[in-house]
C-alpha cells in the first residue's frame, strides 16, 4: 500500500505560480512511476503530466507543456508540480498517483492522493 498526500494548492491570478507538492508513505517510493491529474467541475479527470520512477523522463499534455515542470525527490518521496503562467482553465482539483509503470491513463494508476485544490483568478 502506498498512501498519497497532496498539498500546495490555493488561489492565484492568472500568470501566477504554485508549487504542488505529493509525498508518499508505505512502500518504496522510487518503485512507481508518478502522475499528476486534474479534474474541474463537470469535467472528467485529465492527465497534466508523469515522471519515470528515476525522475528520467518526463511527458506533458499539451496545454500545460512549457509552462508546468514535475520532478522528484526519491530520498524524500516527493514528487512537486511546479505551475508557472497559470492560466483560470487551469482551476481543478490537482491529483498524484502512482502507478507500475508510466502511463497517461487514470485507470493505471493504483494509488491516488485525496486531492488540491487550484483556483485562478482573471
Known amino acids: 500500500q502506498v498512501q498519497l498526500v497532496e498539498s500546495g494548492g490555493g488561489l492565484v491570478q492568472a500568470g501566477g505560480s504554485l508549487r504542488l507538492s505529493c509525498t508518499a508513505s508505505?512502500?518504496?517510493?522510487?518503485?512507481?512511476?508518478m502522475g499528476w491529474f486534474r479534474q474541474a467541475p463537470g469535467k472528467e479527470r485529465e492527465f497534466v503530466t508523469a515522471?519515470?520512477?528515476?525522475?528520467?523522463?518526463?511527458y506533458y499534455a499539451v496545454s500545460v507543456k512549457g509552462r508546468f515542470t514535475i520532478s522528484r525527490n526519491n530520498a524524500k518521496n516527493t514528487v512537486y508540480l511546479q505551475m508557472n503562467s497559470l492560466k483560470p482553465e487551469d482551476t481543478a482539483v490537482y491529483y498524484c498517483?502512482?502507478?507500475?509503470?508510466?502511463?497517461?491513463?487514470?485507470?493505471?494508476?493504483?494509488?491516488w492522493g485525496q486531492g488540491t485544490q487550484v483556483a485562478v483568478s482573471s
Open positions: 515522471i519515470t520512477r528515476s525522475g528520467g523522463n518526463t
Open positions: 508505505g512502500r518504496t517510493f522510487s518503485s512507481y512511476a
Open positions: 498517483a502512482a502507478s507500475d509503470l508510466v502511463t497517461n491513463i487514470p485507470s493505471k494508476y493504483d494509488y
